[in-house]
């Protein structure tokens, strides 16, 4: 898969991984979709876990602001497809980890935290929330989604620095679960997996529900 320029969908075991691309990975309306089609896809195959990945340097750069900017006039619309995305993969009925080959910026590391684990490669690539650097304030769906996931501590630090965090800070600070070498972050995303599957769809997504309900809410209202 090393080099897809769009998200594809492939199966390791029961296991579904999904590719989000090789390039930087934005999220383009054509790119939601096909996210969204994928995840319906897994879902409907009986998918016991989920994994998502690159195939190239980024996992995401996040919104497409490009895009943004020629079509200011739907700006609200599209914030809200990415937030609807957001809280999708955080209730997904399966167990969910984020496999970051390389950097993870914005919406990209939001959508990495809207994950139940993750699993970043330990030599290259950054964690990054650059928006106080890009004057792009957070949306309380957003400031919500980062604030459920990280420690008070850490998401002020990540929010309000626009720090570059490192596979081992990234670590340090329960930003991700484990690290693993280049070419292995795939592997190690699956391997954590490995012993949570069959677990009752409509009980780990109820539960799920529950435990983030108020960010749901905050990134779908």
């Known amino acids: 898969m090393k080099g897809t320029p769009v998200p594809t969908l492939d199966y390791h075991d029961k296991i ?3 590719d989000l691309g090789g390039a930087e990975n934005r999220f383009s309306p054509e790119f939601l979709d096909r996210v969204g089609a994928h995840l319906d896809t897994a879902l409907a195959d009986g998918a016991q876990g989920l994994v998502t990945t ?7 750069n996040g919104l497409d602001l490009d895009w943004l900017g020629a079509h200011g006039e739907r700006a609200e619309w599209y914030v809200a497809q990415v937030q609807a995305l957001f809280a999708r993969m955080l209730t997904l009925p399966v167990p969910t980890v984020a496999a970051l080959p390389g950097h993870a910026f914005g919406a990209g590391a939001m959508l990495a935290i809207a994950h139940d684990y993750r699993v970043m490669r330990a030599d290259r690539g950054y964690f990054c929330f650059p928006e ?3 004057r792009i304030p957070f949306t309380p ?3 919500a989604l980062i604030q459920a996931k990280l420690t008070p501590k850490t998401a002020f630090a990540a929010m309000t620095t626009g720090r570059r965090f490192g596979g081992a800070d990234a670590a340090g600070l329960d930003i991700v679960d484990a690290t693993a070498a280049e070419g292995a972050v795939t592997e190690a995303a699956l391997a954590l997996l490995a012993p949570l599957g069959g677990k009752d769809p409509g009980t780990l997504g109820a539960i799920k529900n529950t435990m983030y309900g108020p960010v749901v809410t905050a990134l779908t209202t």
């Open 132 to 134: 106080v650097d890009i």
């Open 16 to 18: 579904a991984v999904l």
């Open 54 to 60: 690159a195939s190239g340097k980024f996992y995401s």
């Open 141 to 143: 769906g957003m400031a």
